[in-house]
């Protein structure tokens, strides 16, 4: 069974730009989470997305947004972007997201913001 | 909102010797989970606990989810060199949906 794929792996911005980041789950799961790495403030869970809806989200501001589609292929996005979202985006992915599961991590997206 | 803290940041050892690492929470948690990252890699999950008092190995690696709920351990037996990496701790509430909330790692280096 194949693990969660993200693409890109590599990305460079300009500040101001906006950028879409892809993630396919492990097939079957149906909740997509997304979390924000990086060196100062660690892993930080942005949002999840279970049957296409946005289910719980994190504290980031409204500049990061998401969306899932029908076969559980889930994208987030990053509108005007700042130096400060450069970062390791992940996207994990579980069965259905409650209770005792474990998720799954794919390889994540290296965004850099010059 | 949840914290966890894990200790130590990093860690240098002799190949061989055994490790110890922990992770401390504010609240409960339902699901205990380790993972290890490589560089430029997503976390691998290592071993997932879901009852208060489990201890569950998976091979030199063992975990166990404290009985409070509150607190997690991994140990890891005759380090060998591929062990490099950092390793994170997660907990899940298991309310709603799925967050789980991460330690900041432990930086593990072996020394052959």
């Known amino acids: 069974k194949a693990g969660v794929t993200q693409t890109p792996r590599y990305l460079i911005k300009t500040r101001g730009q906006q950028v879409t980041l892809s993630c396919s789950p492990i097939s079957g799961h149906r909740s997509v989470s997304w979390y924000q790495q990086t060196p100062g403030q660690g892993l930080q869970f942005l949002f999840e997305y279970f049957s296409e809806t946005q289910r719980n989200k994190g504290n980031f501001p409204g500049r990061f947004s998401g969306r899932q589609f029908s076969n559980s292929r889930s994208e987030m996005n990053v509108s005007t972007l700042e130096l400060g979202d450069s970062a390791l985006y992940l996207c994990?992915?579980?069965?259905?997201?409650?209770?005792?599961?474990?998720?799954?991590f794919g390889p994540g997206t290296r965004l850099l913001v010059l | 909102g949840q914290q966890l803290n894990q200790s130590p940041q990093s860690m240098f050892i002799q190949e061989g010797e055994d490790v110890s690492m922990n992770c401390t929470s504010s609240?409960?948690?339902?699901?205990w989970l380790w993972y290890k990252q490589d560089p430029g890699e997503g976390p691998v999950l290592l071993i997932a606990l879901y009852k208060a008092g489990e201890l569950t190995s998976n091979g030199r690696l063992t975990a166990q989810f404290g009985i409070t709920r509150k607190d997690s351990f991994l140990n890891i037996s005759a380090s060998i060199p591929s062990d490099v990496g950092i390793y994170f701790c997660a907990g899940h509430s298991g309310a709603g949906s799925y967050q789980l909330t991460f330690g900041k790692g432990t930086k593990l280096s072996v020394i052959p």
């Open positions: 994990a992915s579980s069965l259905d997201g409650r209770g005792q599961e474990t998720q799954y």
């Open positions: 609240s409960i948690f339902n699901t």
